[in-house]
């Protein structure tokens, strides 16, 4: 695997030079209290997807955590919201995957989550004690997995570095004795959030972006040399 160059850091202020597939659907925030910023900020519709992630696995686990709801409850509210998140995800992305050239690996990360979610379900209505017991390690296992596949796909070092920031906390597990669903929640969203407000390296610009017209082509060189050129002065 040939990853993004060593030039870039890990994690970095959000670039503002987007190109075209970046650009489609970018939500702006400017939330004010008086004269006090509450949040201030661009999310491209991959941040969008790493916030909604990460809203969700904070609920999961820390309700799991928390509050007094039973577990078949709760497999059926976790169920159909990540069926829905999975839809929300694949509407949002399918533009940015396609243009990337990264169709497979929204198709990986789909069944990654639906998989999680029939193994969780399954273990909760059928009983399965092993299961029950490792849905902590089982869950960071899944997010890991989904992390080596986006580190592959799009040469990050930030995606690798995630996924092992999960596989070790799956070792510090046993350290949060009944603590471990909150420990396992903070670890999950707080990644995807800091994904989500920060830029992370990946690959050059493909050489051939098949489905672009020509004009939006030219945007995104044109992005890239503002990109370099911003670069070099600092």
């Not at 995630?162 to 597990?173: D, K, R």
């Not at 990946?202 to 098949?210: E, I, N, S, T, V």
Request: with cysteine; glycine share 6%.
């Amino acid at each position: 695997m040939t990853f993004a160059p060593l030039s870039q850091p890990l994690l970095r202020e959000k670039q503002e030079e987007l190109d075209i597939q970046d650009l489609e659907g970018l939500l702006r925030l400017d939330l004010k209290l008086g004269k006090f910023n509450l949040l201030s900020g661009f999310y491209t519709r991959i941040d969008q997807v790493f916030i909604l992630w990460g809203l969700i696995c904070a609920g999961i686990f820390l309700t799991a955590q928390f509050l007094p709801v039973s577990w078949y409850t709760q497999a059926i509210l976790w169920s159909v919201l990540t069926f829905v998140a999975s839809i929300s995800m694949i509407v949002l992305t399918w533009f940015w995957v396609s243009v990337e050239k990264l169709r497979w690996l929204l198709y990986g990360w789909v069944i990654l989550m639906v998989g999680g979610v029939s193994l969780t379900d399954l273990g909760i209505f059928c009983g399965w004690g092993t299961v029950l017991m490792y849905l902590c390690p089982l869950w960071l296992t899944i997010s890991a997995a989904g992390y080596l596949l986006t580190a592959w796909g799009v040469r990050s070092r930030t995606f690798l570095m995630m996924a092992i920031i999960h596989l070790t906390s799956i070792a510090v597990l046993p350290l949060c004795s009944g603590w471990q669903f909150f420990a396992t929640g903070i670890v999950m969203a707080a990644s995807l959030l800091v994904l989500a407000e920060w830029q992370w390296d990946m690959h050059q610009p493909l050489k051939d972006y098949a489905i672009l017209t020509p004009e939006q082509k030219l945007f995104n060189q044109q992005q890239y040399e503002l990109r370099l050129t911003k670069k070099s002065k600092v």
